[in-house]
């Protein structure tokens, strides 16, 4: 555990996450109005909370002259395939793998070290990720998020109108907005629930550690006990800068 106060980027699709870390616990997380980050708000941010080590997880491009100064700064990570990990990697395309997938595995063993983890991330995609409890990660799935599954019926129909908020979605529709609803939400619930039964039938017994916006619609929802770990993301963000800075004055 670093003494010292570090500072955690979770760039996803339409947000930014920022996580404050002091001795190793989590103080300040907070999410910005809009993703990405530039050069000029990542020194703000650094220099706010006097931050000595710092790491980002993008699923975008970043800005090249934030790439540039992070990769002149030994003290400042973007988390990659090249970054050193606390696990081994089995996925085929490691370049492809995406950090906030990397951070979400890395969160897990914060939360169960020595077992058997699927990382349910429930955001704009459905990832699944498993680690074994050997420390290698195996791979996993992505499908389409609900609120990409209700866009995508509005877009590529002509009479199916747009539904924006899901939360309510009953098991079955009376009408075509609730059966918007139930399809895209309810149908998500049986693929996780399937997904679930699938990993523990391989695996034998798994640790299910759910994150990501829609966790709340999925977490009384679903047949299986679950962890739901809102900050997985920055917890494990956390962890791969610690493993990373050992021996850093």
């Keep these: ?39 000029k708000s990542y020194k ?35 988390l990659n395939h090249l970054l050193a990990l606390p696990f081994e990697v089995e996925y085929q395309t490691p370049k492809t793998l995406g950090a906030d997938r990397l951070a979400g595995i890395a969160g897990s063993l914060h939360y169960f070290p020595k077992g058997n983890n699927l990382v349910i991330d429930a955001g704009t995609c459905i990832t699944y990720d498993m680690v074994t409890k050997d420390k290698i990660y ?13 866009k995508a019926m509005h877009h590529y129909t002509d009479a199916l109108p ?20 139930a399809g895209a939400g309810w149908g998500a619930v049986h693929e996780i629930n399937g997904f679930v039964s699938a990993y523990k039938k391989q695996f034998g017994r ?5 994150t990501g916006g829609d966790a709340p619609f999925f977490d009384n929802r679903l047949k299986t006990k679950i962890f739901v770990a809102p900050n997985l993301v920055l917890e494990g963000l956390r962890k791969l800068l610690e493993y990373n800075v050992e021996g850093i004055d």
């Design 44 to 78: 703000e941010y650094v220099r706010k909370y006097d931050a000595k080590f710092s790491i980002v997880s993008s699923t975008r491009h970043l800005q090249p002259a934030l790439s540039r100064f992070i990769a002149d700064n030994d003290q400042s990570f973007v």
């Design 138 to 150: 195996v791979g996993g799935n992505i499908s389409p998020g609900v609120h990409l599954r209700l």
């Design 206 to 210: 798994v640790n299910i550690v759910l």
């Design 162 to 181: 747009l539904i924006k908020r899901f939360g309510d979605a009953e098991a079955h529709g009376t009408s075509t907005t609730t059966a918007l609803k």
């Design 1 to 39: 555990m670093l003494p010292y106060s570090i500072l955690a980027f979770d760039i996803g699709n339409t947000s930014t996450k920022v996580g404050v870390f002091e001795a190793g616990v989590l103080k300040k997380p907070f999410k910005t109005k809009s993703a990405g980050l530039t050069l």
